[in-house]
């Protein structure tokens, strides 16, 4: 007992400046191998075929919309507004280009510096509340939430740099706060701060959010009188938010309920999944041994184990953490309390969201809950008890670290993830799906097809998965089977690969005339596509409207000024 007294001892009087090299050479050691990972998942249609993230001329643009490829209809889809995190893509591709190491190199920094700015926060509560090992404690937590495997797919999944970059933007805004509530003296420039940093964090995702009440709640807890400035000054920052996200990017509240089981759900169903979505972050916390993604488990109804088995298991962790914030009534605790509280609420789907369970979710939410275990560790009385928890704290960082590591294995490619995860998501409808494009890559047609299938049962409104699964017969010879396919994606969701490759089947197999027909209606969707427009200049050389086929030819070569379209282009000019 002694010797772990003498090592706590030490790192309370260790100097900032090794901690933070610590940090960096922690983060480095349990991210390094995610380096030499590729792109993932979402990221290839939020960066490999995302046109407008690669010119750095789109930048303005970047907040007008939101983050998907859309094929060709003229700018970005989907269901939210974060526009920092294509901003942020456009900038590392103009100085890695389609490179995924530039990308994973941005995370795994700042990731570490998140983890300087957590430590840097918690000692600064710490010494203004005068607790016990202002600097030991916070530096064990900082170490835990850099290494916890929790936090890997926020780091190693390179779509999930808005849970790294609101984080970011939080602490900062946390930060400022804490100076402006501690001056005798009202600083214009730090509310600005405060209030620039709360709006790049909304920017980031809309869990920023979070960084309002808490911003509020930190102020009034720590230095109340000032209070007012603070509601005022947010209140202004999120009204200018809400301006630029409906009126001007025209984002939609709410569209897509009918692929996403959990935002399918009732809300009946959505209530009753609460218990397994709290267990799930609970257990994550705890033993984050079983990690996978694309969770779209629900719960629907009370007599599902996972309801009434996981409900008393939320109930006494919540109730024990109350049961705490009496007991230790402490102003750090309650904000750390309320922190991990309303983060939580949000990603629990009483609003519905993509998924049931994210692990990058808990990004954010960790954060609070580190608060209160340390505030609850700094207020034990009996220095034995005191010091075993810190050791044991100690001890979990190379145990965390190590499955962190492995972790970042998985995410090396589309195969490796989904081969693992599938075991943990086989009624997920996207990873059956990504991983049937896994082995389609790999020519694995048979096992791809089967995937493919399963995605369509388990999701039959998805788009996505009904145009895979042409490809597959249109592989195999069976046109037909092929085309309807594709009709079904297009009718689905308008889904622009889909019209690519029905054009293509048009194109080899029906008249000039039913192929222009169909390739028309879909540029009306799709002005943009550059097969679609392809194959319209080639269609209309075809019956000899020369003057057309100019027309979108030259808007092909526009769209991606290749060899091939050139070659196109120029063979129609001088036709």
Same mark, same amino acid.
């Given at each position: ?51 407008? #993230? ?51 190199? /941005? ?55 808005? %849970? ?11 930060? /400022? ?122 719960? +629907? ?79 034990? +009385? ?12 100690? /001890? ?55 995937? /493919?299938? =399963? ?5 039959? +409104? ?25 009709? *079904? ?18 194109? %080899? ?36 409207? #020369? ?7 030259? +808007?092909?070569? =526009? *769209? ?16």
């Amino acid at each position: 007992m002694k010797l772990a007294q003498k090592i706590i001892g030490k790192l309370e009087n260790i100097h900032p400046l090794y901690i933070f090299t610590v940090l960096f050479l922690l983060t480095l050691i349990v991210y390094g191998v995610s380096l030499s990972n590729g792109f993932v998942w979402d990221d290839e249609e939020q960066i490999v075929n995302n046109a407008i #993230i690669q010119n750095l001329h789109n930048i303005p643009y970047l907040f007008t919309a939101s983050t998907f490829n859309t094929g060709g209809a003229g700018g970005l889809s989907g269901w939210y507004y974060k526009p920092l995190m294509p901003f942020v893509f456009s900038i590392i591709f103009w100085m890695f280009g389609n490179n995924a190491f530039g990308f994973h190199l /941005f995370d795994i920094f700042l990731h570490f510096i998140n983890g300087v700015l957590i430590f840097i926060l918690f000692r600064k509560i710490f010494l203004l509340q005068k607790l016990r090992f202002a600097t030991a404690i916070p530096f064990i937590l900082s170490m835990i939430f850099i290494v916890h495997p929790a936090n890997t797919e926020s780091v190693a999944y390179i779509s999930s740099t808005q %849970e790294l970059l609101y984080v970011f933007f939080m602490l900062f805004a946390l930060l /400022f706060t804490f100076r402006y509530s501690l001056n005798k003296t009202h600083s214009l420039r730090d509310i600005l701060l405060i209030n620039l940093f709360i709006f790049l964090s909304l920017l980031s995702k809309e869990s920023g959010v979070i960084t309002i009440a808490l911003v509020i709640i930190f102020a009034y807890l720590f230095k109340g009188r000032k209070i007012i400035a603070i509601i005022l000054s947010s209140v202004i920052t999120f009204i200018i938010y809400l301006i630029l996200r409906f009126p001007v990017a025209k984002t939609p509240i709410f569209e897509h309920q009918s692929i996403v089981p959990i935002a399918n759900a009732t809300l009946y169903q959505r209530l009753t999944t609460v218990p397994f979505e709290l267990f799930s972050y609970i257990r994550l916390i705890f033993f984050p041994k079983d990690l996978f993604v694309a969770q779209h488990t629900v719960v +629907k109804s009370v007599n599902d184990p996972r309801f009434y088995v996981y409900l008393p298991i939320a109930l006494f962790f919540f109730s024990a953490l109350i049961f705490l914030c009496k007991k230790i009534k402490s102003k750090s605790y309650l904000f750390f309390f309320i922190w991990f509280i309303l983060s939580l609420s949000i990603i629990i789907n009483i609003y519905p969201l993509d998924m049931t369970v994210a692990e990058r979710w808990l990004y954010g939410p960790i954060i609070g809950f580190l608060g209160m275990l340390g505030i609850s560790i700094s207020n034990i +009385k009996n220095n034995q008890v005191q010091t075993a928890i810190l050791m044991l704290l100690l /001890f979990l960082i190379p145990i965390f670290s190590i499955r962190t590591i492995e972790r970042n294995f998985n995410w090396k490619d589309d195969l490796t993830l989904f081969s693992h995860d599938i075991k943990y998501s086989k009624n997920s409808f996207d990873a059956q799906n990504n991983l049937g494009v896994a082995l389609f890559r790999k020519g694995d047609l048979k096992d791809a097809k089967v995937h /493919f299938e =399963e995605s369509i049962r388990l999701s039959p +409104k998805w788009w996505t998965s009904y145009s895979n699964l042409g490809v597959i017969y249109q592989r195999a010879g069976n046109l037909k089977k092929a085309d309807d396919l594709y009709t *079904i994606a297009i009718k689905n969701g308008g889904y622009y690969l889909a019209y690519e490759n029905k054009a293509e089947i048009l194109y %080899e197999t029906a008249t000039p005339k039913q192929t222009l027909s169909f390739v028309l209606k879909g540029l009306k969707y799709l002005p943009f596509n550059e097969t679609l427009n392809k194959i319209a200049a080639l269609e209309y050389q075809k019956i000899g409207d #020369i003057t057309s086929a100019k027309e979108y030819a030259r +808007k092909t070569f =526009e *769209i991606d000024p290749t060899q091939e379209n050139y070659l196109i282009l120029h063979k129609i000019l001088n036709y």
